[in-house]
């Protein structure tokens, strides 16, 4: 099928949805699944109508200009107004070509966020405390909801680690280029003689799965309970609260200990062990869609540095696109937009580049 062939299809289909959902004759899931199929569609519709609108006009500007029966004047008009419609041409048909991208199933989704600590002991603590406070403020200039689930600490103000339930509009979208290793190059506060160390986070964005997404069977479950402890060993309470979690077909374990309830500890494990299973399953289908292509969405290698930030230099730079920025405090403060917009513009490139 031609591009023209599938841009008429999907008008010839938007305008079939709307006349269904008119005349009021579907109901129940029928309806809901039109009405959805529907306010999907309306955007791509939009777009594709002013492409074909603005083609169209540009047909009919450049016949009045080679129309030899018209006055000078009028094909002159006619001829400036076929400059112009050109020059808005190339950005419209870019503009139909992304919306006609196949959509990450994923990307409508909440997210659970993994922060570790890396090499680098209490420094990468330090800075992993850093990256949730940045991500922390991140959520709230997009209006997200930030739930902490669980944070392991060290003792001096740095965290071990820290599981993170992200939820809002497009949280997925717009997070999942955070995983990786994000290494930082700054002289610690412990560090007399002002030597700049490097140490390292790891980032991991899960997809939140819901049961349908996920079936996890209770044969395929070990689960253990114990006495919660806190940092050196401390007990945290005198119950058996904690809850680890074991799925045994692929080895995957998660452990959760921050709920005084085993119940909710339980529950907690459970939407964890489900995201990871979940985006492993992601990672898996689009490794043999891009034939293991790296760089493809949810095939990242996550060993990879991703991110570093550069605190004498007040730099921050991302490897994958080759952008720096040289503003660390805004950033450390939560702007990490322009990273954002960046990556989700550069995938969208690689993924227009493999469709021509």
């Known amino acids: 099928m031609s591009f023209e062939d599938t841009l008429d299809t999907l008008v010839r289909r938007h305008d079939e949805l709307r006349d269904k959902l008119g005349q009021g004759t579907i109901t129940g899931a029928e309806f809901v699944k039109a009405s959805k199929e529907y ?16 083609k169209q006009a540009l047909k009919d500007a450049t016949a009045m200009m080679l129309d030899a029966t018209l006055d000078q004047e009028m094909r002159s008009m006619a001829e400036e107004e076929m400059h112009e419609l050109q020059h808005q041409m190339p950005d419209l048909t870019k503009q139909v070509q992304l919306a006609l991208l196949p959509k990450d199933a994923a990307d409508e989704k909440n997210a659970i966020m993994e922060i570790r600590a890396g090499t680098g002991g209490d420094e990468a603590a330090l800075f992993a405390a850093d990256l949730f406070r940045m991500y922390q403020k991140y959520a709230q200039l997009q209006n997200w909801k930030f739930e902490v689930m669980s944070i392991s600490e060290n003792g001096i103000g740095g965290y071990k680690d820290a599981s993170i339930e992200i939820t809002g509009k497009g949280v997925f ?55 919660s ?42 939407k964890v062990l489900r995201a990871r299973l979940y985006e492993a399953e992601r990672e898996k289908l689009a490794n043999e869609r891009a034939g293991m292509r790296k760089g493809q969405v949810g095939s990242g290698d996550r060993s990879e540095r991703i991110r570093t930030y550069n605190f004498p230099q007040g730099r921050v730079t991302d490897h994958r696109i080759n ?6 405090d805004e950033v450390m403060n939560g702007h990490v937009e322009e990273f954002v917009d960046a990556l989700i513009a550069d995938d969208q490139a690689k993924q227009l580049a493999e469709l021509n």
């Open 39 to 54: 306010a999907d569609l309306t955007p791509l519709v939009e777009v594709i109508n002013k492409y074909t609108g603005t």
């Open 173 to 227: 979208a717009k997070l999942k280029f955070e995983s990786g290793v994000h290494r930082v190059q700054r002289v610690p506060t412990t560090e007399t003689q002002g030597r700049i160390h490097t140490s390292a986070a790891t980032i991991a964005v899960l997809p939140e799965a819901e049961e349908v997404d996920i079936v996890i069977e209770d044969k395929d479950l070990r689960i253990d309970v114990f006495r």
């Open 229 to 270: 402890s806190g940092p050196g060993g401390q007990s945290v309470n005198t119950t058996d609260s904690a809850v680890r979690i074991v799925h045994l077909p692929t080895g995957v374990t998660v452990q959760q200990q921050d709920e005084k309830s085993q119940h909710k500890n339980k529950a907690k494990a459970l």
């Open 323 to 328: 952008v720096t920025l040289y503003k660390i």
